[in-house]
């Protein structure tokens, strides 16, 4: 599965983004899917993660409460939702395509090129 993440932007402390990660290939059902993210000297975060049926989602602590991950099988698509951003948001977003389990470890065989959000004070 290949996969295309976009919706990236500037945004002010306080705003809201929503991303989006399109893939191709029919396979993109039967496949759980994460989000992940990359601050500059940083090593890559898992953000989180939502079953390939859409019913279990997970998310770090971090972000709990404030992102939501959703996704549109009919559409090859997941979402992450970013409401109430904080500067320390800031950084390249990547959505992953694997088993539940493997994006839990910040694992996958199939990654988006990134998108980058930066949240300004």
């Known amino acids: 599965v290949q996969l295309q993440a976009s919706g990236g932007g500037l945004v002010q402390a306080g705003g809201s983004l929503r991303l989006s990660c399109a893939a191709s290939g029919r396979t993109f059902s039967s496949y759980d899917m994460g989000w992940f993210r990359q601050s500059l000297g940083k090593e890559r975060e898992f953000v989180s993660a939502i079953t390939w049926t859409g019913a279990g989602t997970y998310y770090v602590d971090s972000v709990k409460g404030r992102f939501t991950i959703s996704r549109d099988n009919a559409k090859n698509t997941v979402y992450l939702q970013m409401n109430s951003l904080k500067p320390e948001d800031t950084a390249v977003y990547y959505c992953?395509?694997?088993?539940?389990?493997?994006?839990?470890?910040?694992?996958?065989?199939?990654w988006g090129q990134g998108t980058q959000v930066t949240v300004s004070s």
């Open positions: 992953a395509a694997g088993g539940f389990g493997q994006l839990l470890e910040g694992k996958s065989n199939f």
